[in-house]
Structure formats: C-alpha cells, structure tokens
C-alpha cells in the first residue's frame, strides 16, 4: 500500500511539473504577444523558479 501511495504522490508531481510547464509556455507566447499584467509576470517567474528547483531537487535526489 505504502508503494503505492508513493507512486501515487510523484503522478501528481509530474502533472503538476507539466501543467506548469505548459502554463509557462502560454505565458511566454503571450508574453511575445503583448506586455504581461503584473499577476501574469509574477506567475511566469513563479514557474520558472518552480520547474528549476523541482529539477535541482530531483538531482539532488538522485545523487543521493
């Protein structure tokens, strides 16, 4: 059961790293389009930091 809800927890890591992903990507094509709200702005950086410090935690992890 234990492996299980494991499995489970990193699922919902990964569909939230690619929903952020592709929210970032929206960001950036309206970005290109016109200037971004400040909600916008700070949820464009907040991606961006995200996915970076999932991907350097994940590193990390591995490593360990």
Known sequence: METLLEQL????ILLLLLSSF???RH????KRERKLTPFEFTM???TQLACLLW???ML???IK
Do not use: Q
Request: glycine share 4%; charged share 15%; no cysteine.
């Open 9 to 12: 927890h990193e699922l919902s």
């Open 55 to 57: 991907g350097f935690t």
């Open 22 to 24: 592709f929210y970032y």
């Open 27 to 30: 960001l950036k094509k309206i």
């Open 44 to 46: 464009y950086i907040t």
């Open 60 to 62: 990390i992890y591995i």
